[in-house]
């Protein structure tokens, strides 16, 4: 979701089989040259929950109460950025949001009291605007953690989770968010993203647990029962619970050239076996609402897909919650634009997100409904979706925001039982790829240069969808943050060592060992397409340090920050200890101050890392073999050397010679 860029507290710092799609040709076309899908062909599933007669009673009595301007205004959602509760009066809407760069008062630094606040004044609005009295739903992009909020516990963003193989731990992680989500009145998280990303030259690649479908798979189901409670039991959609959203369908980690919004390519069996395994789990696991993604299959966009979006996700796969546009990606539709798409609704979405055009997408889409554009029995079935997840939801029992039993309770965000959480998730997330000599553990007695120009920034740590959308916050936005730098510096000085920070690598005092902390600078969706994975092409001043402390026979240990794997084997070469890092934390580079191992490294690559600046080879996908492959990762115990690697790019060799 693109959004009015995000805010929070900090801490960050089986190898499973891989799906491999049997060659098969391109999806056959119908007349109108759209693919053709076969949903006889899908899983077969149903519902989470066993149908409750006495709540779509109720649903279809609310929905024959409304007229037909309140029917059109429950499948609109706008950003808190352009509606303001009077609004309500007018365009009596069934939900809204806060996007990436939203917040009360446009005040990104916004207390969560003021939060809570709005939420109530929505709420009184649009109780007394419905006939109903059905409030409105407010969703948000709860992505690792609750991180509009300053204060709120941030956890690794889904790459590192991955790394971490402990889906216990991420059902954990769910539940924190949930609560930390209802303090602030919101009932609604967009997340988790269930992306199998299959190039890493994606934006988003981050946003992915993994390439492996299993791996995904196992994962969604766990964050959708964290974030929403099991099915089934009485804590589903309980007051410490919010309703998830598994995003985006379907195919978006499986675009050509990882290209943001492109198209995926691959034949119906590989978008069933690889890209919707996290669907189908998260249906299975009681997903409430689904959000469409703005990638294509086959050169149709899936806001568009009727044949996926209806006759799989609702009919083949039993999904019966409410299905939700991206932001303003109905817009992408041919004939449409972002105040006007009959074509969306037709093809199944139920809720459009239009952050700023509500209004006259409103009036418009009240007039196609008029004129027979769009049918009737279709908007019906929009909104008694939408009625059927806020009844499953208790939006008509629970009462303002501000009473329900955890809203207000601002102790409850950061709190050390969650903070201690996202420590463990970091330190289960971090993979060592290199430890010559066994250079790592450190000793915390010893005098360590803190180098690198990632070393002393939070946001450098964080990522984008951290306080604003492309993440790029100073480090005093972090209320409970601790940047690489300090978290040493507190390790090593109650040990009676020393920590010296020096971005650049100078030193007065020769230090026993550097560790320099690097890597990619924050970004959020397509900012952060790649043509390559090279890192930092035409900038090595991160190689330059990294050569120049061990020319001075320094031992050096890279800490790598990335949102991906990149080809870094000059910077391996370089080290004599690396790091994958995705998010860091210094819990496992120090030995205890009685020199014991108090955390080995447990993070596996949920990602091939590549030897090239070019994908390596994935199933089907010709490329160099990884130079690490998915699920390696070294523990204390391993021999950590590694010989030395290329320097210049292989498949540009090849490709030379070829010539």
């Known amino acids: 979701m693109k959004r009015r860029p995000l805010r929070l507290a900090v801490y960050f710092l089986a190898c499973g089989l891989a799906v491999c799609v049997a060659a098969t040709p391109a999806a056959d076309n119908d007349a109108k040259g759209a693919p053709t899908v076969h949903p006889q062909r ?43 509760p009077d609004d309500l009066r007018h365009y009596p809407l069934g939900s809204i949001l806060n996007g990436g760069n939203s917040s009360p008062r446009d005040d990104k630094l916004a207390a969560p009291s003021e939060w809570l606040t709005l939420a109530d004044r929505f709420y009184d609005a649009a109780t007394a605007a419905s006939p109903i009295g059905l409030p409105l739903l407010w969703g948000t992009d709860a992505v690792h953690g609750h991180n509009n909020i300053p204060g709120a516990t941030i956890f690794p963003h889904n ?50 647990y993994g390439e492996s479908p299993a791996l995904v798979r196992e994962y969604a ?45 691959a034949p119906e069996s590989e978008l069933r076996d690889v890209h919707a395994a996290g669907y189908e789990a998260a249906i299975t696991a009681g997903a409430q609402t689904v959000m469409v993604s703005y990638s294509s299959w086959q050169g149709v966009k899936m806001h568009g897909n009727q044949a996926l979006l209806t006759s799989v996700l ?46 006259e997408l409103h009036d418009n889409t009240l007039g196609q409904l008029r004129s027979g554009e769009i049918p009737t029995a279709r908007l019906d079935d929009a909104v008694r979706r939408v009625l059927r997840v806020k009844l499953r939801a208790h939006l008509d029992t629970e009462g303002r925001p501000s009473s329900r039993p955890y809203a207000g309770h601002y102790e409850l965000l950061g709190a050390p039982a969650h903070r201690a959480v996202a420590r463990q998730a970091v330190r289960e997330s971090l993979v060592l790829l290199k430890n010559r000599d066994h250079l790592l553990p450190l000793s915390p007695r010893t005098h360590v ?67 320099v902390v ?45 949102g991906r794997p990149l080809w870094v084997n000059a ?73 030395q690697l290329p320097e210049s790019d292989p498949a540009a060799q090849t490709a030379g010679a070829a010539r």
């Open 42 to 84: 899908w899983p077969k599933l149903h519902p989470a929950l066993a149908p409750d007669p006495q709540l779509e009673s109720r649903a279809e009595q609310l929905l024959w109460r409304l007229t037909p301007a309140q029917k059109v205004g429950q499948v609109i959602q706008a950003d808190i950025g352009s509606i303001t």
């Open 159 to 208: 790459i590192g989770l991955g790394a971490t193989r402990d889906p216990e731990l991420i059902r954990r992680i769910g539940e924190i968010t949930a609560l930390e989500v209802r303090v602030t009145g919101l009932d609604w998280a967009f997340s988790p993203t269930v992306a199998v990303a299959r190039d890493a030259r994606w934006g988003r690649t981050y946003e992915s």
């Open 221 to 265: 189901a766990a964050m959708v029962e964290g974030l929403q409670g099991a099915p089934g039991t009485s804590q589903f959609l309980d007051p410490a619970h919010v309703l998830a959203t598994p995003k985006h369908f379907l195919g978006d980690g499986g675009t050509e050239g990882g290209r943001d919004q492109g198209n995926n390519t």
């Open 314 to 359: 609702k009919g083949r796969m039993g999904f019966d919650g409410l299905l939700l546009g991206d932001w303003n990606g109905h817009a992408q539709l041919p004939g449409c634009t972002a105040v006007r798409c009959a074509a969306a609704i037709e093809a199944g979405i139920d809720v459009l997100m239009a952050p700023e055009g509500w209004r």
């Open 449 to 515: 240069l803190v180098a690198g120009d990632a070393a002393d920034s939070i946001a450098r740590q964080s990522g984008g969808w951290t306080i604003d959308w492309q993440g790029t916050e100073p480090n005093q936005d972090f209320p409970h943050g601790e940047t690489v730098y300090a978290g040493i510096a507190r390790c090593v000085q109650v040990a009676g060592g020393s920590a010296t920070l020096s971005t650049g690598g100078e030193f007065t005092t020769r230090p026993d060992v550097a560790v």
């Open 518 to 562: 690097f890597g990619e600078h924050p970004y959020a969706e397509s900012a952060g397409d790649l043509a390559t994975l090279e890192y930092s092409p035409g900038d090595k001043h991160d190689l330059a340090l990294l050569r120049r402390l061990r020319a001075q026979d320094i031992p050096v240990v890279a800490v790598f920050l990335s």
């Open 571 to 643: 910077e391996l070469n370089a080290s004599d200890s690396f790091v994958a890092a995705w998010l860091p934390g210094p819990e496992v580079l120090f030995r205890s101050a009685d020199g014991a191992v108090r955390y080995d490294f447990r993070g596996r690559l949920p990602f091939s890392w590549p030897r090239s600046k070019q994908p390596p080879a994935l199933d089907q996908r010709r490329g160099e073999p990884p130079l690490f492959p998915y699920g390696y990762g070294l523990s204390y115990r391993d021999d950590g050397y590694l010989p």
